[in-house]
């Protein structure tokens, strides 16, 4: 008769321990800072899956606000900003037909850096607000929380993540001027990554290396008054001089809503992962025009990455 198989000691042990307190071991307390818009709908998908894994999520969020509401899997903790709710939407989504009018592109070129400028600024009150908010920050900085989870386009989380001196992960689709590259230290050669609306593939004539190289030059301008200020304010808190590369350099994680069949392969680092499709939790049947192009072979159809394993892993992160 064959012999059994025999686990060593330990395993058994630890498998014990585990079947005896699985189901009944602690959650974690996440605090959540968020990018209003859109990207908040996507980061909206991973904090129901972590709270439905036993996690208490608690959201940062200023009064005026695009999509920001109370739900039933998240305690929604809101502070005062010096605009109102009329004001940010006329500052925010006033300027929005300018998508669909038709003008010259200089014209076009500076009504849009005039409606940056105005969101940009938006949102940095919104973040001197909350940091200057001395009894939330109080509140908050006794609420014993686990990580934060926040999106760095928006880099106030990672502020406060900084200034509370918890580990943050970092949930977005990108980030302009190669602010993640720089946060990371991951390389990024110019020399095959497309940059950012150049529409350049992977496989580049010298010209277009060049513009590769040169495009982002004009996406400086753009970062220079949308970024700076965050850094004076993290300097301050901080009391000493960091730049916004220092504060996203200590993100644990970064977790991208992207992967290889949607972007161009690039160098990644070890605590950078994919997690294209978490916001597509929702799918609706494509319509039988879009399958008959695809079956044409004018689309190429490619199934989106399941992410239900990432956050499982960002659960037990947190956990």
Excluded at 127 to 150: G, W, Y
Excluded at 160 to 176: G, K, T, W
Aim: hydrophobic share 45%; proline share 6%.
């Amino acid at each position: 008769m064959a012999a059994g198989f025999l686990a060593p000691l330990p395993v058994l042990t630890g498998l014990l321990v585990i079947l005896c307190v699985g189901r009944w071991v602690e959650g974690g307390k996440v605090l959540v800072v968020p990018m209003d818009g859109s990207h908040w709908l996507s980061m909206k998908k991973a904090v129901q899956k972590l709270h439905a894994r036993g996690h208490q999520m608690v959201v940062v969020s200023p009064e005026s606000n695009m999509h920001i509401k109370e739900e039933d899997f998240f305690t929604l903790t809101m502070y005062a900003t010096p605009y109102t709710q009329e004001e940010f939407d006329r500052l925010l989504l006033g300027q929005s037909y300018l998508v669909f009018e038709r003008m010259p592109f200089l014209k076009t070129f500076l009504k849009t850096m005039e409606c940056l400028k105005a969101a940009a600024r938006i949102f940095q009150r919104s973040c001197e607000s909350l940091m200057h908010n001395k009894n939330l920050i109080r509140h908050l900085n006794a609420s014993s929380f686990d990580v934060v989870l926040t999106d760095p386009v928006y880099p106030c989380g990672a502020i406060l993540a900084r200034y509370l001196s918890l580990p943050s992960v970092f949930f977005l689709r990108n980030i302009p001027c190669d602010l993640d590259s720089e946060g990371t230290q991951c390389p990024n050669p110019s020399s095959y990554i497309p940059r950012l609306l150049t529409r350049n593939s992977d496989h580049m004539t010298f010209l277009q290396r060049v513009k590769n190289m040169l495009y982002p030059l004009a996406l400086k301008y753009i970062c220079h008054f949308s970024f700076t200020p965050y850094a004076s304010l993290a300097s301050e808190l901080l009391q000493r001089e960091v730049s916004l590369e220092d504060i996203l350099s200590s993100g644990s994680v970064w977790l991208f809503r992207g992967d290889f069949v949607l972007d161009y392969p690039r160098p990644i680092m070890p605590n950078m992962f994919f997690i294209g499709g978490i916001n597509c939790a929702n799918r609706k049947p494509l319509s039988q025009c879009v399958l008959a192009s695809i079956s044409s072979g004018q689309f190429v159809s490619q199934q989106l990455v399941n992410s239900q394993e990432t956050i499982g892993e960002l659960a037990i992160f947190i956990g």
